[in-house]
């Protein structure tokens, strides 16, 4: 009920204002501009226009900046698409089969996939963000030491088993070119 309690929250203080929506569509333009750039990425374009977000209100700072996060997330599909050079590393596998598609003549429908494949991930990454954050903020919140180390571990391990060559040496971390 709780998730519920928020999402409706959620959608009353975005729809009361109408500069939310305003900011939103002028963060996702602006992101898919910069994700058209090759190696700006959407961190990078955040970062850098984070600072036209200073006169507005948090709502509308956070707003424009997760609208810039996924408009340069699906900008950069459209080189990958159309001059194979990926504008980060979401779509090298776009890449890939986009610019196989360009060169058969479908540039259009593999810039339409992209776009529809990037809408319907981003709700779906939404909606499974939001009924497993509560629980998992839950799970984080009683993690201690032993949890800590646990990971920790898991992370040697994991470090060692993709390791080249000798576990020993890959469990020291020692790197020889």
């Known amino acids: 009920m709780e998730i519920f309690e928020g999402l409706l929250f959620g959608f009353k203080s975005i729809l009361g204002d109408p500069y939310n929506l305003f900011y939103c569509f002028v963060g996702v333009l602006i992101g898919t501009l910069v994700g058209v750039l090759p190696g700006l990425g959407p961190v990078g374009a955040m970062g850098i226009l984070i600072p036209f977000t200073f006169n507005t209100t948090a709502l509308q700072s956070i707003v424009m900046l997760a609208g810039i996060y996924y408009g340069a997330m699906y900008g950069g599909s459209t080189t990958s698409i159309l001059v194979r050079i990926p504008g980060e590393a979401a779509s090298v596998i776009t890449c890939m089969d986009g610019y196989q598609m360009a060169l058969q ?73």
């Open 105 to 177: 003549g479908r540039a259009g429908p593999a810039l339409g996939i992209a776009a529809i494949g990037s809408f319907i991930a981003g709700t779906l990454a939404i909606i499974a963000l939001t009924l497993v954050s509560i629980p998992l903020a839950n799970a984080a919140l009683r993690f201690g030491p032993p949890e800590y180390f646990a990971l920790v571990c898991a992370g040697l391990f994991t470090f060692a088993y993709v390791g080249q060559g000798s576990t020993y040496k890959a469990l020291m971390m020692r790197y020889r070119p």
